[in-house]
């Protein structure tokens, strides 16, 4: 076995690795242990070295997890709320973050990637969301799955029984359709609104019972009315930030946006936030806004001026 074997599953492991872990920069780490234990034991690489740097990806991630346990967390009473909106969730997965789409193999699913499932698969514990991933996300066959976790087939296909419920609690009732242009257009016509300083755009955008998460802090917003008069105040008026540009972008094959804030005064448009929407039909569901240290990996720009020719690095 030579290095420049074990680089070219780098990708694929760092993608199993996320979905374990839930963390972009996690995965990262736990990919780099998983290639510094392979090479000590690299006089017993079997045949197939795939499934091995799997199983021993598998288990430096459970063995992180078992280091640093943590678990979802009871979900606080939104900053704002419209009335008499139900909750869409009762919990809080802090340390999630989103993974560039231009990272993502093509065979690799939108379901089994979006935020929506990385975060429900959060709510199991390590050894079930292993088993679920090798079971039921890369189509490992019981034995398999069982060899790799040093288990039996009759445990793990108990804990197969056991996490599905779980899953199906967190998981959103409708499914995310496939991109369309439908969707780009939305996404357009909200970068629009934003940059123009015009929330009067954004109802026609929203679901009623749209929410918006700002990971890694439990602060969120419940309801379109809500949503809207929250951020109208930062797009326009004596009250606004500032001028916005805005960049399309794509993460865990949901539509997303690079906002930049020239704040007065201030010459540059910088990074300020990363917003990952989650649809249904043509109307946005949900928004989880992160912060901007994705933003090197996703390739924007550091900073740019008021000059849209000047979107790149200058």
Not at 19 to 46: I, K
Not at 153 to 165: E, M, N
Not at 224 to 244: H, I, L, N, T
Not at 271 to 298: C, H, K, N, Y
Request: glycine fraction near 4%.
């Amino acid at each position: 076995m030579r290095p420049e074997d074990l680089e070219l599953h780098r990708r694929e492991l760092h993608v199993h690795c996320y979905r374990m872990l839930g963390s972009y920069h996690e995965a990262e780490d736990l990919v780099q242990e998983t290639f510094l234990r392979a090479w000590r034991r690299r006089d017993t690489s079997p045949d197939n070295l795939k499934a091995w740097l799997y199983k021993i990806a598998t288990n430096a991630c459970l063995d992180f997890l078992r280091a640093n346990p943590r678990r979802p967390e009871p979900r606080q009473e939104p900053i704002v709320a419209d009335p008499g909106m139900a909750w869409p969730t009762s919990t809080h997965v802090p340390w999630i973050s989103p993974y560039p789409d231009d990272l993502l193999d093509s065979v690799i699913e939108r379901e089994t990637i979006e935020l929506a499932f990385l975060v429900a698969i959060q709510h199991l514990p390590g050894k079930q969301r292993a088993i679920v991933i090798l079971r039921d996300v890369l189509g490992w066959s019981a034995p398999e799955t069982a060899e790799a976790l040093d288990t039996t087939v009759t445990a793990v296909k108990s804990a197969l029984q056991r996490a599905r419920p779980v899953l199906r609690e967190h998981l959103p009732a409708q499914r995310m359709n496939s991109a369309s242009a439908e969707e780009l257009a939305v996404v357009r016509t909200y970068i629009t609104a934003l940059e123009q300083g015009d929330p009067s755009v954004l109802p026609a955008l929203l679901k009623s019972d749209v929410w918006q998460t700002m990971p890694p802090s439990p602060l969120w917003i419940l309801g379109r009315e809500s949503f809207v008069s929250a951020w109208a105040p930062q797009m326009s008026g004596e009250a606004s930030w500032g001028d916005w540009k805005v960049l399309p972008a794509r993460v865990n094959r949901q539509p997303a946006i690079a906002a930049y804030l020239r704040k007065p005064g201030e010459e540059r448009f910088s990074p300020f936030w990363l917003g990952v929407f989650r649809m249904e039909g043509p109307l946005i569901s949900q928004i989880a806004t992160f912060g901007d240290e994705l933003f090197p990996v996703l390739g924007l720009p550091d900073s740019f001026s008021g000059d849209p020719s000047s979107y790149g690095h200058d």
